[in-house]
């Protein structure tokens, strides 16, 4: 199994600074043959389910803000929200798809 | 856009299976990928296993013996049954759906919470 490890497990930011979380696969999620890297990051906020931000460890999904991006190669990624709003607090997930069992970082808890 | 409902008893007796089914609405079962993925209260995430619309699964390795996912087109409906289930079993159970073979979870419902207990 790829065991996917996040940093830190908690943080403060303040509104309007930047807020980076850190995700660390224990195998490259990086498909040479294709050079995609089979990252995604999750928000979830209490008493919901997860919701899609990024894939391909830098596509951001449809609708979500620009102040959310993600980057790294192999087997070290970030997800960096570059100014911090107050409906940004929530528990981040990353989750690696490059095999199975798909597997998730414990999640990190940004608050303000 | 897709919108998907767990539904299933919310309280299941130890050595007993835990069955759920997440209806599909707003489009169709085929030909995508669904997975259930459960959550532990205050813990994280936990993918069991998925399914092709064809019925072509694919399971957690920790949990294969136990889990089982079907799917019924004619419904628009998969199910997971959890056979043994023990008070570890205790989650947040979230159906989910997959772009083609790429395994990021693009559409979730909203979880059912089930619990194991006596």
């Known amino acids: 199994d790829i065991v996917m490890t996040q940093s830190p497990d908690s943080l403060a930011v303040s509104l309007g600074e930047r807020a980076t979380i850190n995700c660390k696969s224990s195998?490259?999620?990086?498909?040479?043959?294709?050079?995609?890297?089979?990252l995604a990051w999750y928000q979830q906020k209490p008493a919901q389910p997860p919701k899609l931000l990024i894939y391909?460890?830098?596509t951001r999904q449809y609708g979500v803000p620009d102040r959310f991006s993600g980057s790294g190669s192999g087997t070290d990624f970030t997800l960096t929200i570059s100014s911090l709003q107050a409906e940004d607090v929530a528990v981040y997930y990353c989750?690696?798809?490059?095999?199975?069992?798909?597997?998730f970082g414990q999640g990190t808890k940004v608050e303000i | 856009q897709v919108q998907l409902q767990e539904s299933g008893p919310g309280l299941v007796k130890p050595s007993e299976t835990l069955s759920l089914t997440c209806t599909v609405s707003?489009?169709?079962?085929?030909?995508?990928?669904w997975s259930w993925i459960r959550q532990p209260p205050g813990k994280g995430l936990e993918w069991l296993g998925y399914?092709?619309?064809?019925?072509?699964?694919n399971y957690n390795p920790s949990l294969k013996s136990r889990v089982t996912i079907s799917v019924n087109m004619s419904k628009n409906q998969f199910s997971l049954k959890l056979s043994s289930v023990t008070a570890a079993d205790t989650a947040v159970y979230y159906c989910?759906?997959?772009?083609?073979?790429?395994?990021?979870?693009?559409?979730w419902g909203q979880g059912t919470l089930v619990t194991v207990s006596s």
């Open positions: 399914i092709y619309y064809s019925g072509t699964t």
């Open positions: 989910a759906r997959h772009i083609s073979s790429s395994w990021y979870v693009e559409s």
């Open positions: 989750q690696q798809y490059h095999s199975t069992p798909l597997t």
């Open positions: 391909w460890a830098s």
């Open positions: 707003g489009g169709s079962i085929s030909p995508y990928y």
């Open positions: 195998q490259t999620v990086l498909y040479s043959s294709n050079n995609k890297n089979y």
